[in-house]
Every structure is written in C-alpha cells, then in structure tokens.
C-alpha cells in the first residue's frame, strides 16, 4: 500500500474500533508522507490529527497532545488562526490538557475554540456543543458561576438555533442546555437564551413546551435529581407562568415540535469519553 492508502485504511479501521492496529497503520503511513512530501507540508495535518484522534479514543492524551499540536501549528499556517478547522483541533487539545488533569491549559484551549466557533456559525455544530459542555462542566467545578451561567446560555443558543429550523437530533441537547440554564440563570435567563436563538413567536412555543415537559416529567415521578430542591420546583413553575402569560400576548402560531425526549435535567457532566467525529 501506498502512504496514502495505509493512512486511509488505519482511518476505517479506527472507526471499527481496532485502534491499536490504526495507530500502528497510521504511525507508517505518516513517516511516509514525511518523506513523499517533504517535513514542513501543511496537508500532513489531517494525518496528525488523525493519529492523535486514534490515541485519544484511548484515553492516552499524552501520547495524542503532540500530534494535535503539531497538526495544529501547520493548519494554521495554511488557514489562518481563526478558521473552523482550527478550532476542531483546539477542541481536541482541550480534552488531552483535561485529561492529563491540567485544568487551566484545558480552559484555554477550549476557550479559544469557543471563540472561533462563535464567529463562524457554519463550524461543526456537534464539536461546537461538546466544546461548551465540557467547558462548562470545568467551571461548575471551579464555582465560576458567572462563566457558567455564561455557557448554559450559549449551549441554549446554539441548540435552539438548530433545533427550530428542524434539526431534531439537536432535541436532546436541547432540553439538556435548557435544564442547565434554569439551573444556572433560572428561568429569565433561560427564557432570553431561547429568545435570542430564534424568534419570539417560536421561542413561546418552545419554551412552553419545555416547561410543561419539565412539570409533567416531576408530577409523574421521574423527578430529576437537578430539580429536587425546592427552588428549582419554584424555577420551573416561575417559567410556566411567565410562558403562560406571554404567550397570552402573542398572536396564535401553528408550529410545534416534537416533545422533547426524557433525559437527565442535572448539572451537565459530559464525560471526557463523548465521541467527537474525526474532522479535518
């Protein structure tokens, strides 16, 4: 096999879940593409980043952090700093700091994906909302409530700014960013997150929809652990009402969605393990 056909074939084999034989596939194919196209070739970054993806399927992050590193260094040479593709590999570079325990390099990187995400609306949506969820999750840790707050806003934004349009395997994520921004901004943060994500007539209907599935999802006895304390009870009646009489305002609408699945409404705690798509 040529370079090119080992490193495509390590590709199908990680994705058949043989990863110590794709490591292996794509640590030759890799030396020779080194040599077929010269050390300093920007197109050996996918090749990098695909082998460190093969290692961090295995929770090895620090033999997967270099080739990140060093694929990213060259897409940057090739795209600029600011494009989607680079906050793909920052994404996969926070979770090798995170998972060697380095938390501040972690919250850096993830930051700057975020970043470059926001300021590009067509970038992978998917790593968009992992980004953020484990983000998130660091700050919960750290007790930075304001950054947060922050983030279950923008986990809400981007969900629902998918979701209405019709994608609805973002409905999950949805009702996960939901539950974490009543937990974390109550309902009025909530309630503008949604608004900010689509229009005001869709936004009532969606938001009703949230909260009549979080009062029933509690009246029928799959109480969530996030909702067992009385205040957030009293956050999620808070949001019904407001719903209720705004929508009172607003002219009648035929849209509506699908209700929106059961899922746990506790504080997220996307594990380290979530699959991202291999991206270029």
């Keep these: 096999m040529t370079p090119l056909e080992m490193h495509e074939h ?12 794709a490591i292996e ?9 080194r040599t077929e196209l010269g050390e300093d070739s920007t197109q050996l970054a996918v090749v990098l980043t695909n082998l460190g993806s093969f290692y961090a399927e295995l929770e090895r992050w620090g033999d997967a952090l270099p080739y990140y590193q060093d694929g990213l260094a060259r ?6 700093d600011d494009d989607p593709t680079c906050a793909n590999t920052l994404f996969r570079i926070a979770r090798c700091h995170a998972g060697l ?14 970043a470059i995400f926001n300021r590009h609306p067509e970038s992978n949506a998917v790593i968009h909302h992992l980004a953020l969820a484990e983000l998130l999750a660091l700050a919960a840790a750290a007790e930075n409530r304001e950054e947060a707050g922050e983030l279950s806003g923008q986990l809400v934004r981007l969900a629902t700014s998918h979701f209405v349009p019709g994608d609805a395997d ?16 109550g309902p009025d943060g909530l309630m503008q997150a949604v608004r900010e994500g689509t229009g005001p007539a869709d936004a009532i209907v969606l938001l009703q929809q949230l909260a009549d599935w979080f009062l029933s999802r509690r009246r029928t006895g799959g109480e969530p652990a996030g909702l067992t304390a009385q205040k957030h009870r ?8 407001i719903v ?4 009172a305002q607003v002219p ?5 969605w699908p209700s929106p699945c059961a899922t746990s409404l506790t504080r997220p705690k996307t594990p380290m393990t979530s699959r991202a798509p291999y991206a270029p």
């Design 244 to 247: 209720a009489d705004r929508r």
């Design 75 to 80: 897409k940057v040479r090739e795209y600029g």
């Design 101 to 114: 325990g380095d938390a501040e390099a972690a919250v850096s990187a993830y930051r700057q994906a975020i």
């Design 170 to 185: 973002r409905e999950e994520d949805l009702v996960e960013a939901s539950a974490a921004c009543l937990w974390w901004q």
């Design 252 to 256: 009648p609408t035929r849209r509506t």
């Design 10 to 21: 390590a590709h199908a084999l990680a994705q058949e879940g043989h990863l110590e034989r």
């Design 234 to 241: 009293r956050s999620v009646k808070h949001l019904a009402r």
């Design 25 to 33: 596939l794509a640590t030759a194919a890799l030396a020779g593409l």
